[in-house]
């Protein structure tokens, strides 16, 4: 089984009167990167959310969207500030001494001036909260998961069957070449011929020339080479897991290979199917960053 790095999950949990809602959406990126979204009250969770999604995640630049809804009644409470009110009350009396003026404070007018009165959020217990937070993430994290094995098995056909078609061209080079060294033979001893007219062809000259033609063209290296790595990479996409690192490697081994193909060509039909093959592992290499 392969997971594609692009992938979706969301999860709402109401419990005791709270509803958590996470989703999560992620894009390709070379390593694992969180970007968490989430209320300023929820922020000593970091460390333990990161912790839980790195049981499902392993590569790919992943966004988290975190909401918080509290519907408790009896959440917040109303704290009376007796020293705040005895400052203020005994400015406003000094006040009226020094400038002459009327004493009219009243509680009422006294209670509106900021900090005598204020709103406090009662204890929570946080072991409680992060139980129901941890089942949101979780939750979001398995169908974030299930998204992207779905698009990995996607992946995953369409790579083997380009591979197949990769092999073919392969398959069309090793038996090209043969045919190239046979029509080099006749082009030469036809040339030869017109030059020495009716004598006789040095069979011995003739085919050591073709065997030289032959070392400078041989590709017999690179195309087993280039077969056991298509062959490592479809191998590699059967038994899946965390494998686009390595995929991408054997890519880059491949293009390699190719190139090298492509530079000793000396026939239309070998060119045609190098450049064709290099067409092929650019789609492969691009559907591997994909990978998880």
Not at 64 to 69: A, G, K
Not at 179 to 197: F, M, N, P, S, T
Request: aromatic residues 8%.
């Amino acid at each position: 089984m392969i997971k594609s790095m692009t992938g979706f999950g969301r999860c709402e949990v109401a419990e005791n009167n709270r509803k958590f809602t996470v989703e999560m959406k992620s894009v390709n990126h070379r390593y694992l990167d969180f970007n968490i979204k989430m209320p300023k009250k929820l922020n000593f969770f970091e460390s333990a959310i990161r912790a839980e999604l790195k049981q499902y995640i392993s590569r790919g630049k992943v966004d988290i969207f975190i909401t918080y809804e509290d519907f408790t009644e009896n959440n917040t409470s109303i704290r009376y500030n007796r020293d705040v009110a005895a400052e203020y009350l005994r400015y406003l009396k000094q006040m009226s001494e020094e400038f002459g003026l009327e004493d009219d404070v009243r509680v009422s007018t006294l209670s509106k001036y900021p900090e005598v009165f204020t709103m406090e959020e009662q204890d929570i217990d946080e072991e409680e909260l992060w139980k129901e937070l941890q089942k949101a993430v979780a939750g979001a994290a398995e169908g974030f998961v299930q998204t992207r094995i779905a698009e990995g098995e996607n992946l995953k056909n369409d790579l083997l069957e380009k591979l197949e078609g990769m092999l073919l061209l392969v398959d069309r080079i090793e038996e090209r070449y043969p045919v190239i060294q046979a029509e080099y033979r006749d082009k030469l001893a036809e040339k030869v011929r017109e030059l020495l007219g009716d004598a006789q062809v040095d069979e011995g000259r003739l085919l050591t020339e073709v065997a030289i033609f032959a070392d400078r063209i041989c590709v017999d290296e690179e195309v087993v080479r280039l077969r056991s790595h298509i062959e490592t990479t479809s191998k590699t996409l059967r038994e899946g897991g965390s494998i686009g690192r390595k995929l991408d490697f054997i890519a880059q081994e491949m293009n390699r290979e190719a190139n090298t193909i492509l530079s000793k060509a000396n026939d239309l039909e070998v060119s045609g199917c190098a450049i064709e093959l290099k067409t092929e592992i650019e789609k492969v290499r691009e559907q591997i960053q994909n990978i998880e």
